[in-house]
């Protein structure tokens, strides 16, 4: 089966510090999306994406944080000036399209905010 | 509002029996939902899905039940097996708002062998 692959798998960074969590979503799926687990919590929603666009957006993404799609196949996701509370497994996901298709996630980025 | 949650935060089954996780949902507009597994350290996995036209659907060993009169989810899951210990999440699809899923709480599933 295809997979939605993120890097790093890990990720540890100073406080104030700039991080960019690597996704390259299914080649096919044109809407792409990042939510984000704080430790024995529930999945919340961050942001979707589609052509190119920002098509919703929750309270928890702020100016602090950007996706981007810089090339054909790599989906990215930066916070600027990481906060301690920023500390969470960031997972990427990437359907078909916005209907009745499944939603792969990615196995995650362990972001370790110091 | 955006609300999608479970009654129970975790469940003990023995090997061999069958699994019910519970879910109750707010949005009345919600017309398909998921049940996904999250295994420790790993992505979210879909498991079944139905739509609101339907109020059973049958997998391989799940079953999923959607009761819409009082908003509320069920997953079923038979013959529970050591592998199937896991967090179960119910998550709604809100497709005027990009398609985004809303995720419950969770249950973790714990199965004795």
């Known amino acids: 089966e295809p997979e939605v692959t993120q890097t790093p798998s890990h990720q540890v960074t100073q406080m104030g510090q700039e991080v960019i969590l690597r996704c390259v979503p299914i080649?096919?799926?044109?809407?792409f999306y990042w939510y984000r687990q704080i430790l024995g919590q529930k999945v919340e929603f961050l942001v979707s994406?589609?052509?190119?666009?920002?098509?919703?957006k929750s309270e928890i993404f702020d100016d602090q944080f950007s996706v981007e799609r810089p090339d054909g196949s790599n989906f990215t996701l930066k916070i600027r000036s990481t906060k301690l509370e920023d500390s969470a497994m960031y997972f990427c996901?990437?359907?078909?399209?916005?209907?009745?298709?499944?939603?792969?996630f990615g196995s995650g980025t362990q972001l370790s905010v110091l | 509002g955006e609300s999608v949650g479970l009654h129970l935060p975790t469940l003990s089954v023995q090997e061999g029996d069958n699994s019910i996780i519970n879910c109750a949902y707010s949005?009345?507009?919600?017309?398909?939902f998921i049940w996904y597994k999250q295994e420790s350290g790993k992505g979210p996995q879909f498991i079944i899905d139905?739509?609101?036209?339907?109020d059973k659907r049958q997998g391989q060993r799940v079953t999923v039940l959607l009761n819409k009169t009082v908003k509320h989810l069920s997953l079923q899951i038979a013959a529970t097996q050591p592998g199937d210990s896991a967090v179960y999440f119910c998550?709604?699809?809100?497709?005027?708002?990009?398609?985004?899923?809303?995720f419950g709480q969770g249950t973790e599933l714990s199965v004795k062998p």
């Open positions: 139905i739509r609101s036209n339907m």
């Open positions: 994406f589609y052509n190119n666009e920002i098509s919703e």
């Open positions: 996901a990437s359907k078909t399209g916005t209907g009745y298709e499944k939603l792969f």
């Open positions: 949005n009345s507009a919600s017309d398909y």
């Open positions: 998550a709604e699809i809100y497709y005027n708002q990009g398609g985004k899923l809303i």
């Open positions: 080649s096919n799926h044109l809407y």
